[in-house]
């Protein structure tokens, strides 16, 4: 470019020229977006891996919290269930015991011996079923009955033989 082509331009107004382009050029070459470095993206990856181990580990305490609880309720229904288990085996126990010494009882008994008497108990409630030589006997029977330790109830359905 020669200047003596352009003879009304003077040598600022070039350099003013010059000057806005370059300006110009620099603020467009601002606005463009840079490409993340090898560095950048290694540090992005690095807190995303980092933000996912802190979910996932909150995640799994939250599970095991929920799993404990699961754990402990279902040992205080099997405790509880066992206390069941227990209190009906020592019932069962205890009413065979009574019915044992119940009928051990009327066995030395020298009028009740003699009789086939059915002893039968539930929950401490004794009932007697059979025979009795007389009205005295089917009392004592009874009375035999109530002093055994556990006997709640008795039921005296003995029949006084004829």
Request: charged share 20%.
């Amino acid at each position: 470019m020669n200047i003596r082509q352009f003879p009304h331009s003077n040598p600022q107004r070039i350099w003013t020229l010059l000057g806005a382009s370059a300006l110009a050029f620099g603020l467009a070459a601002c606005s463009k977006q840079e490409e993340p470095t090898v560095g950048q993206k290694l540090d992005s990856a690095v807190q995303k891996t980092e933000q996912a181990a802190a979910e996932a580990q909150t995640k799994a305490e939250s599970a095991l919290k929920n799993a404990e609880t699961k754990v402990e309720e279902g040992a205080a229904t099997v405790q509880s269930g066992a206390q069941e288990m227990g209190s009906a085996a020592m019932g069962a126990v205890d009413d065979a015991t009574i019915t044992v010494q119940v009928s051990a009882g009327l066995a030395k008994d020298p009028d009740l011996s003699a009789f086939k008497i059915d002893v039968d108990t539930r929950a401490g409630a004794v009932t007697l079923t059979g025979p009795a030589p007389n009205a005295s006997a089917r009392e004592r029977a009874e009375t035999i009955t109530k002093g055994v330790k556990g006997v709640l109830s008795v039921t005296n359905n003995l029949k006084v033989a004829s």
